[in-house]
């Protein structure tokens, strides 16, 4: 049993969050992250299983000068595991990924994920061309994870091995416009428009 | 693929730049060889390959996000793989500009295109996607020009599609 929690996590995580966009997979990662740091500088994600990682790495082309974490699921990851590879050959300086791995399709009804056999996100994302990656399954562990996504130079990739979701679900926004051009315009101010 | 003009890449190049796109994403396809080798040969323009064509769709969605406009470039049959991946700008009522090389058309030598080939237009109208088919070269550029207007200024899904006989069959022949 994982003695992590995913939600107490991701606030430690973001404790001195200083500037990072944030965009988390769609389900519990979007839940969470609202419900420990809201902010424009948060792009929702509803839908579009598997696409996290690449809307990450699109955002940290764009804003090379921002710190960009990508925080998802095991489930949503394994579906654009593919991504990793495009990650490692773009090479962005500032993108880092936090893989809350809880080894199951929770959302769903808790069925067993693929990384609870003999899946291995980390390997894969070595494999993969990430050289920097971490797997966190104890508190202690956790207290070199803020600083290894936020500081590290990128691309990194952390997994943190966590139990089910003991957290009330939070809900952001479903406005898809208004969670665009908000970030648009945290991010860009008056070129947003 | 000689050295020689096709009619539409050097134009839609132009056009590229006119928009101000700097982000190129793609699973590649002969058809956009020399387009494709221009964009690689600029230094202001990133081309990122993809193991998927839907991770251009997120790429170019979170390019938006960062005030960087973007274009995914594919092969007819990859439109199967990015369904549901164009619920993300369909939802977000964001940009999204496509360029497609059409497979399973008129002078197609491989039957197995055709099943997907004959569903890019409706499965891409299904998710919101406008389709703009250039059956010659001189079509293809003007549609392009069309499209770079409706994605970035009215932030609509366009499709451009580049007819099999603009291109050239493909032959099986040895």
Known sequence: MAELHRRDVLARVLEERDGALVVPGLGTANYDLFAVSPSDGNAYMWNAMGLTVPTGLGLAIAQPDRR???????????????????VAAQAPENLSILVMDNEMFEETGAQTGLSAKRADIEKIAVGSGIEKTMTVRTDNEVARLAAFLLKEQGPVLAVAKVAASRDEPVFPTMDGPGIVSKF?????GSQSI | MSGEDDGWSGDIYGL???????????????????????????????????STEEEGVGIGYGAWLGGTRALLCLQSSGTGNIIN??????????PCLMLVTMRGQEGEG?????????????????????CLEGSTADEVVSHFRQA?????????????????KVIGAKTFSK
Do not use: H, Y
């Open chain 2, 16 to 50: 590229i730049k006119e928009a101000g796109i700097t982000l190129v994403t793609t699973v590649p396809d002969a058809g956009l060889t020399r387009l494709l080798k221009t964009c690689d040969a600029d230094p202001a323009i990133r081309v990122v390959t993809l």
């Open chain 2, 85 to 94: 991946g164009l619920a993300l700008p369909a939802f977000a009522e964001s």
């Open chain 2, 148 to 164: 770079c207007e409706m994605v970035f200024s009215e932030g609509k899904m366009v499709a451009v599609l580049i007819a099999q």
């Open chain 1, 68 to 86: 960009v974490l990508v925080v998802t699921g095991d489930g949503e990851m394994m579906m654009g595991i593919g991504s990793l590879s495009v």
């Open chain 1, 184 to 188: 648009r315009a945290s991010v860009l």
């Open chain 2, 110 to 130: 491989n039957p197995a295109q055709f099943p997907m080939g004959r569903a890019v237009r409706p499965v891409f109208e299904a998710m919101g996607v406008t």
